[in-house]
């Protein structure tokens, strides 16, 4: 209510519209009539229209003594709300309404400015990572890999840090998982960004992690602006991933300064950057690698085998990146573990979903939420083969002969080993370009997976293996020459 009555004396000024001249015009008259004189009432004054034409009114004389006014006018402030009495006694005038908007305005812009400083530090002090995904009572404890990841996240105090973090791993080995674990385990000064899919809303998902709110540069013309016009405060066009990092920066130096340590700062699922936007991705790899060189904070990648480390990899900024953190399947012992005490199935079910699945973890999870729910073992193997075997299948139906020889040699050839090195693979196709061709499919069908330390090649998992064993091991294997003449 008040500042409505603030911005209407405001725009009065500033729009004067032929009724306040007229209002004006009829306040300075009353005072030179005296109590007893004739009012003119200026509401039947004559109207000039657009036209050019007036419009004749009457002109109606009104007598009103002293005494009638004054009863007229208590009258009229007995109507009056308390707010509505308040604001009319103390703030009558066009003036006083303008100074008090400025001050309003200069209280709102101190405010937001004191409030996103308090949070944004709030952060840091505090740490940023979501809660799990999955149930805490699930929660499957991999000490070694969390030992390894928490002494990347956990502060050193009066040192200079020496390099960022690349955590890679296959879809469904449990990364994020992992992550998150150690980064609440560590709290202070660890910033968790998850990368959202659609990477045009990054900044306000990296703006979310520290509680950055973009009004850090508010200004009190600004503000009365958009009042004024109707335009907001910020309209938006700055809110972007570079403006985040450009103030996570300074507060990054003040956490430094407070608590002797850097902080860290992790991205996790870099896939979306490496797919969509690539030039993001270099900025932010060359931001951690000059965040390296200033000891300002710690970086950390988390992403997917595949594009995230080849893209990152192939930079002069990897110079300063430790080597490849890479995040593997459970082992068996730690599988069946989670399986019997963490799902609650019987060793024998236990035993039949690892045969199929393996390690990975995100497969045993859905396996073990599908049978808690009454479907059968049989349905989820048959279901989980027959979509792999219907992926191998898109493939060739789009290969050539020769590229299809190439493909079946691959499959079973990894049936007899773990992995097949590059001179392997040269071995068997010498043509570089069917070569690149399959092994790109291969990998986008997720049939295969390439192992970042080594660069071999191997299945996507163990489902794929027991899939091609048994639709493709008799049909296509030992007819296979590149298999016949390769040693096992």
Avoid at 459 to 470: L, Y
């Amino acid at each position: 209510m008040y500042l409505r009555h603030v911005l209407f004396n405001l725009k009065s000024v500033v729009h004067l519209r032929p009724q306040t001249i007229d209002k004006v015009i009829y306040r300075c008259l009353t005072n030179e009539i005296g109590k007893h004189e004739k009012k003119i009432d200026f509401d039947k004054l004559p109207i000039e229209k657009e036209d050019g034409k007036s419009e004749k009114r009457d002109v109606k004389a009104v007598i009103e003594t002293k005494e009638g006014r004054k009863e007229r006018e208590k009258a009229e402030w007995e109507r009056l709300s308390f707010i509505e009495k308040l604001v009319k006694k103390y703030f009558p005038s066009h003036i006083n309404s303008i100074a008090i908007f400025v001050v309003f305005g200069v209280g709102y812009v101190i405010y937001e400015q004191i409030k996103n400083d308090f949070e944004v530090k709030y952060t840091f002090r505090h740490g940023s990572c979501p809660n799990f995904k999955i149930k805490e009572d699930q929660l499957l404890e991999r000490r070694e890999l969390c030992s390894t990841l928490e002494s990347i996240m956990r502060p050193v105090e009066d040192k200079l840090v020496s390099s960022y973090y690349i955590v890679v791993g296959d879809h469904g080995v449990g990364k994020t998982t992992l992550i998150r674990q150690a980064a609440r385990k560590i709290g202070r000064g660890v910033i968790y960004v998850d990368v959202p899919s659609n990477t045009e809303k990054f900044g306000f998902a990296f703006a979310r992690a520290i509680r950055f709110h973009f009004k850090e540069h508010l200004r009190l013309s600004n503000w009365i602006e958009s009042k004024m016009f109707g335009s907001p405060p910020d309209d938006g066009k700055e809110a972007s991933w570079e403006r985040v990092l450009i103030s996570f920066q300074q507060y990054a130096l003040d956490f430094k300064k407070r608590y002797g340590h850097v902080p860290v700062l992790i991205f996790d699922n870099c896939d979306s950057l490496a797919r969509k936007d690539q030039k993001m991705l270099e900025i932010l790899q060359d931001t951690a690698k000059t965040a390296i060189d200033d000891s300002t904070w710690v970086t950390v990648f988390v992403g997917s085998v595949g594009e995230t480390p080849e893209q990152m990899e192939g930079r002069s900024s990897i110079t300063r990146a430790s080597s490849f953190i890479e995040i593997g399947d459970l082992n068996e012992k730690e599988a069946m573990t989670y399986l019997t005490e963490k799902r609650s199935l019987s060793k024998d079910m236990a035993k039949q979903v690892y045969d199929l699945y393996g390690g990975r973890l995100k497969s045993l999870q859905n396996a073990a939420t599908k049978i808690e729910s009454g479907v059968s073992f049989t349905e989820i193997r048959l279901a989980t083969l027959n979509d792999i075997f219907r992926r191998i299948e898109k493939l060739r139906c789009r290969a050539t002969s020769e590229e299809q020889t190439f493909i079946f040699n691959i499959l079973c050839g990894l049936l007899h080993r773990s992995e097949l090195t590059v001179d392997e693979l040269v071995h068997m196709q010498e043509n570089a370009e069917i070569r690149h061709k399959m092994l790109e499919q291969l990998r986008n069908e997720t049939i295969l997976t390439r192992a970042v330390s080594k660069g071999a090649y191997q299945f996507h998992g163990q489902s794929t293996k027991v899939c091609v064993e048994e639709f493709y091991k008799e049909k296509w294997c030992f007819h296979c020459k590149s298999i016949k003449d390769m040693k096992f």
